[in-house]
């Protein structure tokens, strides 16, 4: 997916949106100080990196995670990233992304290499949650995540899924915990309205394209980057994510997972997941295409200067509406188990949180008891709305108006009963 730069802009631009922090500007002064560009200051060679990580890790794992190809996706996909117009602070944090998930990939291989009996682990019933944004996804996935029969995957080991060779007799190393705050914490940092839109924690559920950027093929690079000359490839995707969690489980767990791009990948989904039960959120499109297109231009923002928020929109409305219209035909079609769904409304959610999961429970066939009850209620008592600010929106900020966005989703609001608000 690629969002190149529009010739006139309809909508205004992301720098009259915000104002960056002085500390980010003046990093990114940096390049023009010496006469250069950002690429000058911070490089992104798929060699080096390749070189850098297993220098450091004593060379290259023999396995390759059942893709052989794995090398050429993460070539292409640096290529990609240099090619772009990235500022220094976006371009220091890209590269750091990309050289820790690559050695997170070889220590994940060297480890089934080591014990191949990991990819006999059973990845039995996964609970996905997936949903529009702003549809009550991120809460009810962190819901979910307080019942102790199920296993969310937390920021901290999916970005470090296996233990640091260099932690052995260095304590002065911290630990994953609170490295992981360069990725997680730090976006914030980086542009602090973020944390209103979504908060991220190190210790905190995460979702599959956390999980899933050492596949070098999955939605978190195309989310954080307009990429050209590179294309992500879904079913290798869930491929890795399944060796990724069998990598981190241990005995029976149960999984609780979430990413909206699922919604447009069903079939695929069940293709490796076949018993997963998927969550899907509803809520009116007024109020969440607005707000997916404003959290993916933040994302972007955070690393450049030109966010091609008209393309951006008008991209972005093409696939959730495909998306979220299609899933209809696709659940009743047979394609993919339609009694394994179970659909959570936003207004329910928000206004009784135990009594919609307790319904979710019930069709999953699951006990929803009485400690997690006290649990749920507990955490939105300490997780009040608007805990970092108000993420304020109205459709006609990002090219839309309610009917608009209403009538391209009328199959997906008559078909699943969804409320305007």
Not at 18 to 43: E, F, K, Q, T
Not at 119 to 128: C, D, E, F, L, S
Not at 264 to 286: C, G, I, K, N
Not at 301 to 308: F, G, I
Request: net charge negative; glycine share 6%.
């Amino acid at each position: 997916m690629s969002f190149a730069a529009a010739s006139t802009s309809k909508l205004a631009p992301m720098t009259e949106r915000l104002v960056r922090p002085d500390w980010v500007r003046r990093i990114n002064l940096m390049a023009g100080s010496v006469g250069g560009h950002a690429r000058d200051l911070v490089p992104i060679d798929a060699a080096e990196l390749l070189d850098t990580a297993t220098a450091g890790l004593g060379g290259l794992p023999a396995g390759d995670l059942g893709d052989p190809r794995w090398q050429e996706r993460f070539e292409a996909l640096a290529t990609a990233i240099d090619a772009t117009d990235m500022h220094l602070v976006g371009r220091l944090i890209t590269k750091q992304e990309l050289l820790r998930s690559l050695r997170a990939r070889l220590l994940l291989t060297a480890a089934i290499d080591a014990a191949p009996e990991i990819t006999n682990r059973p990845v039995t019933a996964p609970v996905i949650v997936t949903g529009p944004a702003r549809s009550g996804t991120t809460i009810l996935f962190e819901l979910l995540a307080l019942d102790p029969g199920l296993r969310p995957p937390t920021a901290a080991e999916a970005l470090h899924p296996v233990p640091l060779p260099e932690a052995a007799g260095n304590p002065d190393l911290p630990e994953p915990i609170v490295l992981s705050e360069c990725e997680q914490e730090f976006w914030a940092d980086v542009q602090p309205e973020f944390q209103a839109l979504h908060e991220l924690r190190s210790d905190l559920p995460v979702e599959c394209v956390t999980l899933t950027q050492g596949s070098f093929c999955g939605f978190h690079w195309s989310m954080i980057a307009s990429l050209d000359s590179w294309l992500p490839d879904p079913a290798v995707n869930y491929a890795y994510e399944r060796q990724f969690l069998q990598a981190l489980q241990h005995g029976s767990e149960q999984w609780v997972l979430k990413t909206p791009g699922h919604l447009m990948l069903l079939p695929l989904l069940y293709a490796e997941f076949s018993d997963a039960w998927v969550v899907q959120t509803h809520r009116d499109p007024a109020k969440t295409m607005p707000s997916t297109v404003s959290t993916t231009a933040m994302i972007q923002w955070l690393r450049t200067d030109h966010v091609d928020v008209d393309g951006m929109a008008e991209v972005i409305l093409a696939v959730f509406a495909a998306g979220l219209n299609g899933s209809i035909d696709v659940r009743a079609s047979g394609t993919v188990p339609g009694e394994r769904f179970v659909d959570v409304h936003f207004a329910q959610l928000m206004s009784d949180p135990v009594a919609t999961l307790r319904a979710a429970y019930a069709q999953m066939g699951r006990d929803f008891t009485d400690d997690h009850a006290d649990a749920v209620l507990d955490y939105l008592a300490h997780k009040p709305k608007g805990k970092f600010g108000v993420h304020r929106y109205q459709p006609e900020d990002w090219g839309f108006t309610a009917d608009s966005l209403r009538a391209a989703l009328a199959p997906y609001i008559a078909h699943y009963g969804v409320a305007s608000e």
